[in-house]
């Protein structure tokens, strides 16, 4: 294969991006100081993928206010002092020839929960323990989870103020690209989904009402960043009849274009416990390309994609723009520069750092 699709360049507004092989975010639970701060751990995690060949380095949900954490252990960029470690890894990701992103999050009815890692206990953190109250858009728990507070209409204007202020600090950690987190049953999928949102004010009821948060967030933020590269990640069924589906996506994807996004990134589930989901090769793409099918934005792809050909053809098919990967980067980070020599992408031997070139990859 001479010039496989996916180690082409691609671009989002102005920003040129090495390839269509991205690294989607992926919890750490790391931050040991339940500060917010990122350390150590981020910067080798992030950065060793970034060596690794990757186009775009996204790191994983950081949240927009100490609330919106999943965790008492995840990243936030909702104060100026936590930009200087952020912007420590952003200067290692781009060292290595990548892009780097920042997810922007907020938990919702999902957060104060214990590290999703082993040696915690699983379920909400109580406030004594240092945990906090969530909120979400109706007072309706997820599963065994703490009930959440419904937020006040009020509230909502400063929340999407909050995902202003934290794109603001990710540009000036230097970050290429944010993605807005509206999926995996975080609060603004939360918004989305009938099975979460009972709402009878202009945030609830029919699909325009659900949509309005994530319509308002990714406008103010285009409106204070003309040209930031806007993604959105949301989940595009939640495989249960009734809620928030490939459909309601499609339309979504839709006016997300009209509001000046630049990519959905397209996943599936998260905000229903114990949902039916057909867990297999590729078992999300099809969704991506029934998006993709909208014409109105550029579709990535995730989920169980672990080989070159797959990939390749995933693309070459039309059923999506980007690949995104997750688990197989934690099992081998160059993965990247492995495929690239398997398709004999003419990029491939520029990706290997000169320090790795006696490896065989």
């Known amino acids: 294969m001479a010039d496989p699709l996916l180690f ?16 989607a975010p992926m919890c750490q639970y790391s931050v040991e100081t339940e500060d917010g701060n990122v350390g150590d ?94 909120v979400a858009p109706s007072a309706l728990s997820f599963g065994d989870f703490a009930e959440p507070r419904a937020l006040e209409t009020a509230e909502i204007a400063e929340l999407v103020q909050s995902f202003v202020d934290a794109a603001s600090r990710a540009v000036a950690a230097g970050f290429d690209v944010v993605e807005i987190h509206a999926a995996h049953g975080y609060l603004i999928h939360e918004f989305l989904s009938p099975f979460s949102n009972e709402r009878t004010d202009a945030y609830g009821g029919d699909l325009a009402a659900r949509a309005l948060l994530l319509r308002e967030i990714v406008r103010a933020i285009r409106a204070a960043h003309p040209q930031l590269p806007i993604v959105v990640r949301v989940s595009a069924t939640e495989w249960l009849d009734g809620g928030f589906d490939a459909a309601e996506a499609a339309r979504v994807t839709t006016w ?15 905000n229903t416990p114990g949902a039916p989901i057909p867990v297999g090769p590729s078992y999300q793409v099809p969704l991506a390309a029934q998006l993709r099918k909208t014409g109105a934005l550029p579709i990535s792809a995730v989920g169980l994609i672990t080989s070159a050909e797959q990939a390749e053809g995933i693309l070459a098919t039309g059923q999506a723009d980007i690949i995104s990967l997750g688990r197989p980067l934690l099992t081998n980070p160059h993965l990247p520069i492995s495929w690239a020599h398997e398709l004999r992408a003419p990029s491939a031997d520029a990706l290997v750092p000169p320090q790795y070139a006696r490896a065989r990859f």
């Open 8 to 23: 082409r360049s691609f671009t989002l507004r102005d920003l040129e991006i090495r390839n269509r092989l991205w690294v």
């Open 41 to 134: 751990w981020h910067l080798q995690h992030l950065g060793g993928f970034a060596r690794g060949g990757a186009g775009l380095v996204f790191m994983e949900a950081t949240a927009v206010a100490p609330e919106g954490r999943i965790s008492p252990r995840c990243p936030g960029i909702w104060a100026d002092t936590q930009l200087p470690p952020l912007k420590r890894i952003v200067d290692a990701v781009h060292a290595h020839g990548a892009k780097i992103g920042i997810q922007l999050a907020h938990a919702g009815r999902k957060g104060s929960t214990y590290p999703s890692l082993p040696g915690f206990a699983d379920g909400s953190v109580p406030v004594a323990d240092g945990g906090w109250e969530t």
């Open 256 to 270: 997300l274009a009209e509001d000046g996004a630049d990519l959905v990134d397209t996943s599936t589930a998260g």
